[in-house]
């Protein structure tokens, strides 16, 4: 049974950094394309970053530069480093798995969700 833990969410000042994590288990394939999502209550959910299995990454544009997507392949660790933190950030941050090497550009194409840590920005 494939599983995705979140964890490293927190409550931040306004400039401040935090790092998420997500450990995968029970996926044996080797290759994937992993991301992050994020969800404000009462909107839809917003791709923010992914990573292909040659290491490939991606971001959307309220992001770019300041965050930064990674793995670590020997551990299975998907991470998420989040700097310059803005409230506009604040947000339920989620990871997700999809099963072919390369990143498709679909929500729905990810098979595999973790159940998501809570990011809090203050200014």
């Known amino acids: 049974q494939v599983q995705l833990v979140e964890s490293g969410g927190g409550s931040v000042q306004a400039g401040g950094s935090l790092r998420l994590s997500c450990a995968v288990s029970g996926y044996t394939a080797g290759t994937y394309c992993m991301a992050w999502f994020r969800q404000v209550p009462g909107k839809e959910r917003e791709w923010v970053a992914d990573?292909?299995?040659?290491?490939?990454?991606n971001y959307a544009d309220s992001v770019k530069g300041r965050f930064t997507i990674s793995k670590a392949n020997a551990k299975d660790i998907l991470y998420l480093q989040m700097n310059t933190l803005n409230t506009e950030d604040t947000a339920m941050y989620y990871c997700?798995?999809?099963?072919?090497?390369?990143?498709?550009?679909?929500?729905?194409?990810?098979?595999?969700w973790g159940q998501g840590t809570q990011v809090t920005v203050s200014s």
């Open positions: 997700a798995l999809d099963r072919v090497p390369w990143c498709r550009p679909s929500e729905a194409t990810f098979q595999y």
């Open positions: 990573i292909a299995s040659a290491g490939n990454t």
